[in-house]
């Protein structure tokens, strides 16, 4: 069996910006390898400068570029630890009106794409012996709430995807993490899920004292992959201070 190589070498999904991008930074600033996808090259040359991080084009959701990723990433030295962090909500329309063509997208990338990235992947992390798979699912895998029925659907499904993968990869070594942030201020997150509707997005922290942001969620991703690999911190929920659940956050004006 091999051991956790040094450096420690992940993938990062969703890569670009927001958790992905910070978790990408923090990464590498504590000494690890990272291959940076995204969906489109141009949106990674950012990252390509820092050194550490090698950018990689995939859509997840496209099996076969998925694969092609495998072949590159293999070529460059192989993983130990796959973080997937893409994903994303779109629309905050109640169930009875609901547009399919959301909730399809919303099952492609955070159910979907998860699940290629897993099912190519997974053998070099059980060939490996000690291999590591996180998921940035959500609190919204946990409790449904109003106008969140086609996001909650899709991250219930990741979040019941990462506790099966859980209980059948322990006998290959490979731990599975669940990483479920709460309220997190990122540039991406609610103006994507607000169509572009960049007031109504700012209006969602509204009054919030420190609403997280994707470094903290960044940190909390990176000490729970780098304990050493018998300790698995399986479901992490993070949320602000102020949102103390999903019905309950606090704002001051
Ligand atoms: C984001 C958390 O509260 O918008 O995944 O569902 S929430």
Not at 91 to 118: S, Y
Not at 165 to 174: K, S, T
Not at 199 to 223: F, M, Q
Request: with cysteine.
């Amino acid at each position: 069996m091999m051991k956790q190589s040094s450096p420690r070498r992940a993938l990062v999904t969703g890569a670009s910006s927001g958790i992905g991008a910070a978790t990408a930074h923090r990464l590498t600033t504590e000494g690890w390898q990272v291959f940076a996808v995204a969906r489109r090259a141009e949106k990674l040359e950012h990252l390509a400068e820092q050194e550490g991080i090698i950018p990689l084009a995939c859509d997840i959701t496209d099996r076969e570029q998925v694969d092609q990723a495998l072949e590159q990433v293999q070529a460059q030295g192989g993983i130990d630890t796959l973080i997937n962090n893409a994903g994303g909500a779109l629309g905050i329309d109640p169930v009875a009106e609901g547009r399919l063509e959301d909730w399809r997208w919303m099952f492609e990338v955070n159910v979907l794409g998860t699940l290629n990235m897993i099912q190519a992947f997974l053998p070099m992390l059980r060939a490996h012996g000690e291999g590591t798979i996180l998921n940035v699912t959500s609190t919204a895998g946990l409790v449904a709430y109003e106008g969140g029925a086609g996001y909650n659907a899709a991250k219930f499904g990741e979040h019941a995807l990462t506790g099966a993968l859980r209980l059948e990869e322990a006998e290959h070594n490979v731990r599975v993490i669940e990483v479920l942030p709460g309220m997190v201020h990122t540039e991406e997150f609610s103006a994507k899920r607000l169509r572009g509707d960049a007031a109504a997005a700012e209006k969602v922290y509204a009054g919030v004292e420190k609403p997280l942001v994707a470094e903290d969620i960044a940190e909390v991703i990176t000490s729970a992959v780098t304990l050493p690999h018998h300790i698995n911190m399986d479901q992490i929920v993070v949320r602000p201070v102020a949102q103390a659940a999903q019905h309950k956050v606090i704002r001051k004006s």
